[in-house]
């Protein structure tokens, strides 16, 4: 099972930020945070994964609680084809990813 | 383009038969993992490969299996389909093993059993 939490759905206006949340309160000391998206029926796509810092790169910000058991994924300026299933995953060592139901974005012109 | 390649993209089959799909994975990756995508089950991931070993299994059925080859690229091998087996199925590659190494997907193939 996963062992994330995530809300089912979430809209979000164009050009605006997307912030998405998600809990895992029983993360592991060694476990990262992995965020994914896929954008109707393609190969899901890797966005970003921290461990305990904040994390930027040229798609998104990963904010994780001092306690590491929350995230949020933030997408500052929203696009249409940012519309997507988000999954967050937690994952540690050689285990593979285990997808959860992941939130669905709807970002809306 | 993720890099990692799949053929066929898509693939009609009867009950009963047996099918290959194909993966090459991005240059330089030694990873490589399969996952099937249905409606009712989500993203599952079915086995991993590294270097040519198998080195994970997940919910693969016994009527499945998989191999990577020496120049990497990776085959998965379904027979006596099922109805229940019409699915995407997605390649995956990573660089190796350890924990903070994303996975790039693949485009994915789409079997549909009549």
């Known amino acids: 099972d996963a062992k994330t939490t995530q809300p089912t759905s979430m809209d979000c206006a164009e050009g605006r930020a997307a912030n998405l949340p998600c809990n895992h309160s029983t993360i592991s000391g060694n476990e990262y945070v992995y965020w994914y998206r896929q954008i109707h029926s393609q190969g899901p796509q890797y966005i970003i994964h921290?461990?305990?810092n904040n994390e930027t790169n040229e798609m998104a910000s990963l904010i994780i609680t001092e306690d590491r058991k929350s995230s949020t994924l933030i997408l500052p300026h929203a696009t249409l084809r940012d519309t997507a299933v988000y999954y967050c995953?937690?994952?540690?060592?050689?285990?593979?990813?285990?997808f959860g139901k992941g939130t669905r974005l709807s970002v809306i012109a | 383009d993720s890099g990692v390649t799949q053929t066929p993209k898509h693939l009609i089959t009867a009950t009963g038969q047996r099918v290959t799909l194909r993966c090459s994975p991005r240059?330089?990756?030694?990873?490589v993992y399969w996952y099937q995508q249905s409606l009712d089950q989500g993203l599952q991931f079915l086995i991993q490969?590294?270097?040519?070993?198998?080195?994970a299994k997940g919910n693969i059925l016994e009527r499945f299996s998989a191999q990577q080859f020496p120049d990497l690229h990776s085959e998965l091998n379904l027979s006596s389909l099922e109805l229940g087996d019409s699915a995407l199925y997605f390649c995956a590659s990573s660089v190796g093993l350890a924990g903070a190494r994303e996975q790039f997907f693949g485009p994915g193939t789409r079997l549909t059993v009549l």
């Open positions: 921290g461990l305990k």
């Open positions: 995953i937690v994952k540690g060592g050689n285990t593979p990813l285990v």
């Open positions: 240059s330089g990756d030694l990873s």
């Open positions: 490969y590294y270097n040519g070993e198998e080195r």
